[in-house]
């Protein structure tokens, strides 16, 4: 055989090449239009690689990713929602065909037979032939099943307030303010205060938070201990100076705040 004759192109797996393994094919009619894949060819591909690497994480740092505020178990109204790319299996769960006592078809059956053709898609569909009118049943199939990729994903999209949403999750920015669990008052506030009106003072849900309240020293050591409005009195019944170091930690931690 002359060399670099009987050499056959093959672009489609499926079609198995001649090759006889582990001996180099001989590319010698085409010269420049080939090179050794090691160490050349892989270097190139490693170049381009890390040039997207590297550029998807400037990405990553210049817009970081929308989250929304930490989890709140306690919140029951909020509703979760997937990824914008796995919006259309949940939108799939509201139709009735595929949800209540036929969520088995919402959850496996249907996104199962989808999922098991595409992999099955190469067995099923042998035809030789590449052009798409020559393999109308693969070709209508996976436009039906993109059309509806793209139908559902848009109407799920679409029956969400996005900006409301974002507003009403958005996260709680992070306090700089700083306990000094040292303060006489600390220990105070724990033992009384604290189930209510939250570990850092910003509140709970019972209380409010106590940063940035509008009441003087002598007010908040008043409601202490006689309460106001929906919070009970004798939140705290210890000595006058026990009193007064609580009102102090307390105004100090307010006086951080500011
Ligand atoms: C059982 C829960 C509970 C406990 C315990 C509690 N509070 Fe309150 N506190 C509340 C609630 C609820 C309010 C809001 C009352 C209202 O405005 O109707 C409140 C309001 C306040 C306010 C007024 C906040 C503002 O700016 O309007 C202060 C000050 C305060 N609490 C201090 C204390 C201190 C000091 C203690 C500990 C000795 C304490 N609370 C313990 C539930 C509690």
Request: glycine share 10%; aromatic share 10%.
């Amino acid at each position: 055989m002359q060399r670099g004759k009987g050499m056959k192109f093959v672009g489609d797996s499926r079609i198995s090449a001649e090759s006889k393994p582990n001996i180099p094919k001989d590319y010698s009619e085409y010269p420049g239009r080939t090179e050794a894949f090691w160490p050349n060819f892989l270097l190139k591909e490693w170049l381009v690689g890390s040039v997207f690497l590297v550029g998807f994480l400037s990405l990553t740092l210049a817009h970081p990713s929308p989250l929304e505020g930490v989890a709140d178990p306690t919140d029951a109204a909020y509703i979760p929602l997937p990824d914008w790319y796995f919006l259309f299996l949940y939108e799939l769960l509201k139709y009735d065909f595929a949800s209540g006592p036929y969520v088995l078809f919402g959850i496996l059956i249907i996104p199962g037979l989808a999922f098991g053709g595409l992999l099955l898609a190469p067995f099923l569909d042998k035809g030789p032939g590449r052009r798409p009118h020559r393999r109308p049943i693969a070709v209508t199939m996976m436009l039906l099943g993109l059309a509806s990729v793209i139908w559902l994903t848009y109407e799920s999209a679409a029956a969400v307030d996005w900006e409301a949403r974002a507003e009403e999750n958005k996260p709680v920015p992070e306090s700089d303010i700083e306990i000094d669990q040292e303060d006489p008052g600390y220990a105070i506030f724990e033992s009384n205060c604290m189930s209510c009106h939250g570990e850092d003072l910003s509140g709970g849900s019972a209380g409010p938070s106590l940063i940035g309240t509008e009441h003087s020293p002598e007010e908040i050591g008043d409601i202490a201990k006689n309460g106001i409005g929906s919070m009970p009195a004798d939140q705290f019944t210890g000595s006058d100076e026990e009193l007064k170091q609580l009102v102090d930690f307390i105004v100090s931690v307010n006086e951080q705040a500011e």
